[in-house]
Nanobody, 126 residues
Framework: QVQLVESGGGSAQAGGSLKLSCVAS????????MAWFRQRSGKEREFVAA????????RIGDSVKGRFTISRVTATNTITLHMDFLEPEDTAVYYC???????????????????WGQGTQVTVSS
């Protein structure tokens, strides 16, 4: 069974950087869009970034645009979220997600994603 395994969460100071990685373990068909969402304490799940199956198309959430980027390596079914200039408001549980079969574009809608990782905590101190 395919599993999404996140890594790289942890603590950073404001202005610092972190990199999150997600591996679609067991996946042989690479034609799935993937994304990162986050959920802050007391808030609804929020779109962060998404990437199309080929890596050619990306979408970045307005709240992190200019600070976060997303990329993928199709050979290893790995996506990365590069987070720079972190702010305390970035503190959240970050979830990796894989889209439904046939949806290869970078959607911002959580309902377009069928498989989710367990989440990894990111904490940014002021």
């Amino acid at each position: 069974q395919v599993q999404l395994v996140e890594s790289g969460g942890g603590s950073a100071q404001a202005g610092g950087s972190l990199k999150l990685s997600c591996v679609a373990s067991g996946r042989t068909d690479r034609r799935y869009a993937m994304a990162w969402f986050r959920q802050r304490s007391g808030k609804e799940r929020e779109f962060v970034a998404a990437i199309g199956w080929s890596g050619a198309s990306t979408r970045i959430g307005d709240s992190v645009k200019g600070r976060f980027t997303i990329s993928r390596v199709t050979a290893t079914n790995t996506i990365t979220l590069h987070m720079d200039f972190l702010e305390p408001e970035d503190t959240a549980v970050y979830y990796c997600a894989e889209a439904f079969r046939g949806r290869g574009g970078p959607s911002e809608d959580s309902e377009d994603y069928a498989l989710w990782g367990q989440g990894t905590q990111v904490t940014v101190s002021s």
